[in-house]
């Protein structure tokens, strides 16, 4: 191949990157504008919820009292509300506190669930909830919901994780083009005074190269956060199924023949030393199984803390039936998690994970502004990259 | 021989900015205590060079709008 040959195929290998680049971003950058910006207060989720809802003042007590009993709690909260039933539990790792979750029946829609808080030293009822749907819409709430699904439930999951798909596509081709862009240029040098565009795109490039590997890995994880749902629906569907296969045709335990879910507790704490227990799912529940309590237990370590295992104990006898093998796209998705959110160093990494999404918002911008300035002059532009490509190629 | 040290001034320093956040990233997953620690150093590294960068953009900007 002759050099000019070359230098034709390689203008129009860029200029195919750069269709890519253009489309994918343009398509997916005003939903990725709504994330940054959703994800900002997100990344304090923490702290502004404890400023803006603060939980009830504990009891000072002595440091390592024991847990209180959970059949008790139980006990109190069907009192309360002899109507409904106890779909789970959660036992708080941060605080002092358990959440007993009831609603009117299993097949019931998530909003009438509602919880009762119990202090898990003493097992004091500390607050009735209102059910989910009756409660007001809290601010992290609302970025919560514009972050993950657009209120859309599954649907919305899915769009937003085309949109981060596009968005991948976008930092790819970029990083692409960042070669043949860069190849009269040193590294971060903003060019001033010539034209109002250069600077954007200077600036664009600058940025977007600099925080690519974050980009890229909150970009995927937030992916494959989406796909949350439809990966752990796989997992029930296959290994669930088989794991419940023989109890096939057998009748269902009511709730009040239920065994003790303190037993239950007590079986998978022996079971998994060294771990903690953070929910129990109860017999029944649509994220559970129908003829066993559900224990989610997590480890100490900083990466096992991130991973947790399923243990199943019999509803009625409190037998330990199984602890769990996760598959490994669940794993990996456990993984993923923090990766995404930020939280898992301390404030500073908060302030970190900050600025570098400011930063990755001044990068759409600028892209949107490259976008809108080049479309006056986008042949000077194609012929100034190839230029540079053919001066290169003469001076080999 | 040009055409290596073209491919080294072009990525040198894009390539070591992102080591140091993958890096920053992993250390702060998979350790506690001083990893914590290393992971804020690597990760404040490319927060620090835009910052540099782009300090000597506002000065240049205004030393620009004085002269006008």
Same mark, same amino acid.
């Given at each position: 191949?002759?050099?000019?040959?070359?230098?034709?195929?390689?203008?129009?290998?860029?200029?195919?990157?750069?269709?890519?680049?253009?489309?994918?971003?343009?398509?997916?950058?005003?939903?990725?504008?709504?994330?940054?910006?959703?994800?900002?207060?997100?990344?304090?989720?923490?702290?502004?919820?404890?400023?803006?809802?603060?939980?009830?003042?504990?009891?000072?007590?002595?440091?390592?009292?024991?847990?209180?009993?959970?059949?008790?709690?139980?006990?109190?909260?069907?009192?309360?509300?002899?109507?409904?039933?106890?779909?789970?539990?959660?036992?708080?790792?941060?605080?002092?506190?358990?959440?007993?979750?009831?609603?009117?029946?299993?097949?019931?829609?998530?909003?009438?669930?509602?919880?009762?808080?119990?202090?898990?030293?003493?097992?004091?009822?500390?607050?009735?909830?209102?059910?989910?749907?009756?409660?007001?819409?809290?601010?992290?709430?609302?970025?919560?919901?514009?972050?993950?699904?657009?209120?859309?439930?599954?649907?919305?999951?899915?769009?937003?994780?085309?949109?981060?798909?596009?968005?991948?596509?976008?930092?790819?081709?970029?990083?692409?083009?960042?070669?043949?862009?860069?190849?009269?240029?040193?590294?971060?040098?903003?060019?001033?005074?010539?034209?109002?565009?250069?600077?954007?795109?200077?600036?664009?490039?600058?940025?977007?190269?600099?925080?690519?590997?974050?980009?890229?890995?909150?970009?995927?994880?937030?992916? =494959?956060?989406? /796909?949350?749902?439809? *990966?752990?629906?796989? %997992?029930?569907?296959?290994?669930? !199924? +088989?794991?419940?296969?023989?109890?096939?045709?057998?009748?269902?335990?009511?709730?009040?023949?239920?065994?003790?879910?303190?037993?239950?507790?007590?079986?998978?704490?022996?079971?998994?030393?060294?771990?903690?227990?953070?929910?129990?799912?109860?017999?029944?529940?649509?994220?559970?199984?129908?003829?066993?309590?559900?224990?989610?237990?997590?480890?100490?370590?900083?990466?096992?803390?991130?991973?947790?295992?399923?243990?199943?104990?019999?509803?009625?006898?409190?037998?330990?039936?199984?602890?769990?093998?996760?598959?490994?796209?669940?794993?990996?998705?456990?993984?993923?998690?923090?990766?995404?959110?930020?939280?898992?160093?301390?404030?500073?990494?908060?302030?970190?994970?900050?600025?570098?999404?400011?930063?990755? =918002?001044?990068? /759409?911008?600028?892209? *949107?502004?490259?976008? %809108?300035?080049?479309?006056?002059? !986008? +042949?000077?532009?194609?012929?100034?990259?190839?230029?540079?490509?053919?001066?290169?190629?003469?001076?080999? | 021989?040009?055409?290596?040290?073209?491919?080294?001034?072009?990525?040198?320093?894009?390539?070591?900015?992102?080591?140091?956040?993958?890096?920053?990233?992993?250390?702060?997953?998979?350790?506690?205590?001083?990893?914590?620690?290393?992971?804020?150093?690597?990760?404040?590294?490319?927060?620090?060079?835009?910052?540099?960068?782009?300090?000597?953009?506002?000065?240049?900007?205004?030393?620009?709008?004085?002269?006008?």
């Amino acid at each position: 191949m002759t050099k000019t040959e070359n230098n034709k195929t390689k203008g129009g290998n860029i200029k195919r990157w750069f269709w890519v680049h253009r489309w994918s971003s343009l398509i997916c950058t005003l939903f990725l504008l709504m994330l940054c910006l959703t994800g900002l207060p997100l990344i304090f989720e923490q702290e502004i919820n404890d400023r803006l809802n603060p939980p009830p003042p504990y009891e000072v007590l002595p440091a390592g009292m024991p847990m209180a009993n959970l059949d008790k709690m139980v006990e109190l909260s069907k009192r309360r509300y002899p109507r409904d039933i106890v779909s789970s539990v959660f036992i708080d790792d941060d605080e002092p506190r358990i959440l007993v979750s009831m609603m009117p029946s299993m097949d019931a829609d998530f909003k009438t669930r509602h919880s009762l808080w119990f202090d898990a030293r003493t097992g004091k009822l500390m607050r009735d909830e209102l059910p989910v749907g009756q409660q007001k819409q809290t601010f992290i709430g609302l970025m919560f919901s514009l972050h993950t699904d657009l209120f859309m439930d599954l649907p919305g999951e899915l769009f937003l994780g085309f949109m981060a798909l596009l968005f991948l596509a976008a930092l790819i081709s970029g990083l692409i083009l960042y070669g043949p862009f860069m190849k009269k240029q040193k590294f971060g040098v903003i060019r001033q005074g010539r034209s109002r565009r250069l600077k954007w795109l200077d600036l664009h490039n600058l940025l977007g190269i600099v925080t690519l590997a974050w980009t890229l890995v909150v970009g995927g994880t937030g992916l =494959i956060n989406e /796909l949350a749902t439809p *990966l752990f629906g796989l %997992w029930q569907m296959t290994d669930v !199924k +088989d794991m419940l296969r023989h109890y096939e045709g057998q009748p269902l335990p009511k709730q009040r023949e239920l065994g003790s879910v303190q037993a239950a507790f007590d079986t998978t704490k022996r079971a998994l030393p060294g771990m903690t227990v953070t929910s129990i799912v109860y017999p029944g529940n649509k994220f559970g199984s129908p003829y066993h309590y559900l224990l989610w237990a997590k480890g100490d370590q900083p990466l096992t803390s991130r991973l947790f295992s399923p243990t199943l104990v019999d509803a009625r006898s409190n037998k330990l039936v199984a602890v769990v093998e996760m598959p490994w796209y669940l794993r990996a998705l456990e993984v993923c998690r923090p990766l995404h959110f930020g939280d898992y160093g301390g404030m500073p990494l908060k302030v970190i994970w900050a600025l570098f999404d400011v930063a990755a =918002i001044v990068v /759409l911008i600028s892209g *949107l502004c490259l976008w %809108w300035l080049r479309r006056k002059s !986008k +042949d000077s532009f194609y012929s100034r990259i190839l230029q540079n490509e053919t001066a290169d190629g003469t001076q080999e | 021989m040009a055409r290596k040290s073209n491919f080294r001034r072009v990525w040198g320093i894009p390539l070591s900015i992102s080591c140091s956040i993958l890096f920053g990233l992993l250390s702060a997953l998979l350790g506690a205590g001083v990893w914590h620690f290393l992971s804020w150093i690597s990760l404040s590294i490319p927060l620090v060079i835009i910052a540099w960068k782009l300090r000597h953009l506002a000065h240049t900007g205004a030393k620009r709008r004085t002269i006008q």
